[in-house]
T-cell receptor, first 117, second 115 residues
Framework: AQSVSQHNHHVILSEAASLELGCNYS??????LFWYVQYPGQHLQLLLK??????LVKGIKGFEAEFIKSKFSFNLRKPSVQWSDTAEYFC???????????????FGKGTKLSVIP | KAGVTQTPRYLIKTRGQQVTLSCSPI?????VSWYQQTPGQGLQFLFE???????NKGNFPGRFSGRQFSNSRSEMNVSTLELGDSALYLC??????????????FGPGTRLTVT
Protein backbone atom coordinates (compact mmCIF):
# COMPACT_ATOMS: atom_id res chain seq x y z
CA ALA A 1 0.00 0.00 0.00
CA GLN A 2 1.19 3.50 -0.67
CA SER A 3 2.46 5.60 2.20
CA VAL A 4 3.47 9.20 2.75
CA SER A 5 6.24 10.18 5.15
CA GLN A 6 6.74 13.57 6.69
CA HIS A 7 9.93 13.26 8.65
CA ASN A 8 9.65 16.40 10.74
CA HIS A 9 6.98 16.22 13.41
CA HIS A 10 7.49 19.73 14.76
CA VAL A 11 9.54 22.55 13.30
CA ILE A 12 10.24 25.79 15.17
CA LEU A 13 11.52 28.80 13.25
CA SER A 14 12.01 32.48 13.83
CA GLU A 15 10.26 34.96 11.56
CA ALA A 16 12.10 35.57 8.26
CA ALA A 17 13.81 32.18 8.41
CA SER A 18 13.54 29.91 5.38
CA LEU A 19 11.36 26.83 5.52
CA GLU A 20 11.64 23.42 3.95
CA LEU A 21 9.32 20.59 4.97
CA GLY A 22 10.08 17.15 3.68
CA CYS A 23 7.59 14.77 2.10
CA ASN A 24 8.38 11.37 0.63
CA TYR A 25 5.96 8.85 -0.77
CA SER A 26 6.16 5.21 -1.70
CA UNK A 27 4.34 4.50 -4.93
CA UNK A 28 5.83 3.55 -8.25
CA UNK A 29 3.06 4.71 -10.53
CA UNK A 30 1.66 8.08 -11.54
CA UNK A 31 1.00 10.33 -8.58
CA UNK A 32 -0.77 13.58 -7.97
CA LEU A 33 0.62 15.56 -5.07
CA PHE A 34 -0.81 18.08 -2.66
CA TRP A 35 0.11 20.15 0.32
CA TYR A 36 -2.69 21.13 2.69
CA VAL A 37 -2.45 23.50 5.65
CA GLN A 38 -4.52 23.57 8.83
CA TYR A 39 -4.30 26.85 10.72
CA PRO A 40 -5.24 26.76 14.42
CA GLY A 41 -8.98 26.39 14.73
CA GLN A 42 -9.54 26.29 10.99
CA HIS A 43 -10.24 23.59 8.46
CA LEU A 44 -7.80 22.01 6.04
CA GLN A 45 -7.03 24.25 3.08
CA LEU A 46 -5.26 23.45 -0.16
CA LEU A 47 -1.87 25.14 -0.34
CA LEU A 48 -0.71 23.83 -3.70
CA LYS A 49 -0.96 20.85 -6.02
CA UNK A 50 1.03 19.03 -8.69
CA UNK A 51 -0.58 16.98 -11.42
CA UNK A 52 1.89 17.24 -14.31
CA UNK A 53 4.20 19.65 -16.12
CA UNK A 54 6.68 21.95 -14.39
CA UNK A 55 7.84 20.10 -11.26
CA LEU A 56 8.20 23.39 -9.40
CA VAL A 57 4.74 24.51 -8.38
CA LYS A 58 3.74 27.70 -6.68
CA GLY A 59 0.90 27.96 -4.24
CA ILE A 60 -0.77 30.53 -2.09
CA LYS A 61 0.94 32.77 0.45
CA GLY A 62 4.39 32.46 -1.14
CA PHE A 63 4.72 28.70 -0.74
CA GLU A 64 6.21 26.48 -3.41
CA ALA A 65 7.00 22.79 -3.75
CA GLU A 66 9.27 20.76 -5.98
CA PHE A 67 8.41 17.32 -7.28
CA ILE A 68 11.53 15.18 -7.67
CA LYS A 69 10.38 11.92 -9.22
CA SER A 70 13.70 10.12 -8.77
CA LYS A 71 13.61 10.82 -5.05
CA PHE A 72 9.86 10.23 -4.60
CA SER A 73 9.76 13.60 -2.90
CA PHE A 74 7.56 16.68 -2.87
CA ASN A 75 9.14 19.11 -0.42
CA LEU A 76 7.43 22.33 0.60
CA ARG A 77 9.44 25.56 0.76
CA LYS A 78 9.02 29.19 1.67
CA PRO A 79 11.92 31.64 1.59
CA SER A 80 10.80 33.74 4.56
CA VAL A 81 8.19 32.60 7.07
CA GLN A 82 5.85 34.82 9.04
CA TRP A 83 4.19 34.32 12.40
CA SER A 84 0.91 33.79 10.54
CA ASP A 85 2.38 30.66 8.92
CA THR A 86 2.10 28.86 12.26
CA ALA A 87 -0.02 25.85 11.38
CA GLU A 88 0.07 22.13 10.68
CA TYR A 89 1.10 21.12 7.17
CA PHE A 90 0.01 17.90 5.49
CA CYS A 91 1.45 16.31 2.40
CA UNK A 92 -0.95 14.10 0.44
CA UNK A 93 -0.64 11.78 -2.52
CA UNK A 94 -3.47 10.80 -4.82
CA UNK A 95 -3.06 7.44 -6.48
CA UNK A 96 -5.33 5.26 -8.55
CA UNK A 97 -7.04 2.56 -6.52
CA UNK A 98 -7.24 0.01 -9.31
CA UNK A 99 -9.88 -2.15 -7.64
CA UNK A 100 -12.34 0.71 -7.36
CA UNK A 101 -11.19 2.62 -10.44
CA UNK A 102 -10.97 5.75 -8.36
CA UNK A 103 -8.28 8.02 -7.00
CA UNK A 104 -7.68 7.98 -3.26
CA UNK A 105 -5.83 10.52 -1.13
CA UNK A 106 -3.24 9.27 1.34
CA PHE A 107 -1.98 11.79 3.85
CA GLY A 108 1.24 12.11 5.77
CA LYS A 109 0.97 12.52 9.52
CA GLY A 110 1.61 16.22 9.33
CA THR A 111 4.30 18.65 10.43
CA LYS A 112 3.54 21.31 12.99
CA LEU A 113 5.24 24.59 12.25
CA SER A 114 5.67 27.14 15.00
CA VAL A 115 6.98 30.55 13.95
CA ILE A 116 8.37 32.71 16.73
CA PRO A 117 7.96 36.48 16.26
CA LYS B 1 -19.90 29.95 -2.71
CA ALA B 2 -20.44 28.39 0.69
CA GLY B 3 -17.87 25.84 1.78
CA VAL B 4 -18.33 22.31 3.01
CA THR B 5 -20.48 22.27 6.12
CA GLN B 6 -20.59 19.58 8.76
CA THR B 7 -23.03 19.07 11.59
CA PRO B 8 -22.82 18.78 14.46
CA ARG B 9 -19.45 20.36 15.17
CA TYR B 10 -19.04 18.64 18.53
CA LEU B 11 -20.54 15.47 19.90
CA ILE B 12 -20.13 13.47 23.08
CA LYS B 13 -21.35 9.90 23.09
CA THR B 14 -21.11 6.91 25.39
CA ARG B 15 -19.41 3.66 24.48
CA GLY B 16 -21.85 1.31 22.77
CA GLN B 17 -24.04 4.05 21.35
CA GLN B 18 -24.29 4.92 17.69
CA VAL B 19 -23.78 8.28 16.00
CA THR B 20 -24.68 9.90 12.69
CA LEU B 21 -22.66 12.76 11.25
CA SER B 22 -23.80 14.95 8.39
CA CYS B 23 -21.96 16.69 5.57
CA SER B 24 -23.19 19.15 2.95
CA PRO B 25 -20.73 19.55 0.07
CA ILE B 26 -19.99 22.70 -1.85
CA UNK B 27 -22.83 23.45 -4.23
CA UNK B 28 -22.30 21.56 -7.47
CA UNK B 29 -19.87 19.06 -5.97
CA UNK B 30 -21.01 15.49 -6.33
CA UNK B 31 -18.15 13.59 -4.71
CA VAL B 32 -17.95 13.37 -0.93
CA SER B 33 -15.18 11.68 1.02
CA TRP B 34 -14.88 11.06 4.74
CA TYR B 35 -11.70 10.94 6.82
CA GLN B 36 -10.88 10.21 10.44
CA GLN B 37 -8.20 12.40 12.01
CA THR B 38 -6.48 11.36 15.23
CA PRO B 39 -3.19 12.51 16.80
CA GLY B 40 -1.70 9.04 16.53
CA GLN B 41 -2.83 7.93 13.09
CA GLY B 42 -3.24 11.27 11.32
CA LEU B 43 -5.79 11.49 8.53
CA GLN B 44 -7.18 8.17 7.41
CA PHE B 45 -9.57 7.64 4.52
CA LEU B 46 -12.95 6.15 5.44
CA PHE B 47 -14.98 6.12 2.24
CA GLU B 48 -16.00 8.10 -0.82
CA UNK B 49 -19.37 8.56 -2.45
CA UNK B 50 -20.28 9.81 -5.89
CA UNK B 51 -23.81 9.98 -7.25
CA UNK B 52 -25.16 8.09 -4.24
CA UNK B 53 -22.76 5.18 -4.80
CA UNK B 54 -19.85 4.22 -2.61
CA UNK B 55 -16.82 4.36 -4.91
CA ASN B 56 -14.08 3.47 -2.50
CA LYS B 57 -13.66 2.32 1.08
CA GLY B 58 -10.76 2.53 3.49
CA ASN B 59 -9.61 -0.05 5.97
CA PHE B 60 -12.18 0.47 8.72
CA PRO B 61 -14.51 -2.06 10.36
CA GLY B 62 -18.08 -2.50 9.22
CA ARG B 63 -19.29 -0.39 12.16
CA PHE B 64 -18.44 2.58 9.98
CA SER B 65 -20.91 3.16 7.19
CA GLY B 66 -22.13 5.99 5.07
CA ARG B 67 -24.55 7.06 2.44
CA GLN B 68 -25.14 9.86 0.00
CA PHE B 69 -28.42 11.43 -0.97
CA SER B 70 -29.61 12.66 -4.35
CA ASN B 71 -28.69 16.24 -3.40
CA SER B 72 -25.10 15.05 -2.73
CA ARG B 73 -25.41 15.52 1.03
CA SER B 74 -23.79 12.67 2.88
CA GLU B 75 -24.05 11.04 6.26
CA MET B 76 -21.73 8.67 8.04
CA ASN B 77 -22.78 6.37 10.83
CA VAL B 78 -20.73 4.67 13.48
CA SER B 79 -22.46 1.94 15.42
CA THR B 80 -21.43 0.41 18.75
CA LEU B 81 -19.02 3.21 19.53
CA GLU B 82 -15.66 2.39 21.07
CA LEU B 83 -13.32 4.70 22.98
CA GLY B 84 -10.90 4.55 20.06
CA ASP B 85 -13.49 6.14 17.77
CA SER B 86 -12.88 9.49 19.45
CA ALA B 87 -11.54 11.64 16.63
CA LEU B 88 -12.15 14.55 14.32
CA TYR B 89 -14.23 13.35 11.39
CA LEU B 90 -13.63 15.35 8.25
CA CYS B 91 -15.75 15.54 5.16
CA UNK B 92 -14.34 16.68 1.83
CA UNK B 93 -16.04 17.38 -1.46
CA UNK B 94 -14.85 17.50 -5.03
CA UNK B 95 -16.56 18.54 -8.21
CA UNK B 96 -15.27 15.54 -10.10
CA UNK B 97 -15.85 11.85 -10.09
CA UNK B 98 -12.85 10.26 -8.36
CA UNK B 99 -11.97 8.40 -11.56
CA UNK B 100 -10.27 11.71 -12.37
CA UNK B 101 -7.67 13.08 -9.93
CA UNK B 102 -8.82 16.35 -8.41
CA UNK B 103 -8.28 18.32 -5.24
CA UNK B 104 -10.69 18.00 -2.37
CA UNK B 105 -12.18 20.78 -0.27
CA PHE B 106 -12.53 20.08 3.41
CA GLY B 107 -15.13 20.99 5.98
CA PRO B 108 -14.40 22.04 9.58
CA GLY B 109 -15.00 18.56 10.93
CA THR B 110 -17.09 17.00 13.68
CA ARG B 111 -15.22 16.41 16.93
CA LEU B 112 -16.54 13.14 18.38
CA THR B 113 -15.69 12.21 21.94
CA VAL B 114 -16.62 8.75 23.18
CA THR B 115 -16.70 8.29 26.96
Amino acid sequence: AQSVSQHNHHVILSEAASLELGCNYSYGGTVNLFWYVQYPGQHLQLLLKYFSGDPLVKGIKGFEAEFIKSKFSFNLRKPSVQWSDTAEYFCAVSTLHSGAGSYQLTFGKGTKLSVIP
Amino acid sequence: KAGVTQTPRYLIKTRGQQVTLSCSPISGHRSVSWYQQTPGQGLQFLFEYFSETQRNKGNFPGRFSGRQFSNSRSEMNVSTLELGDSALYLCASSPRDSSIPYEQYFGPGTRLTVT
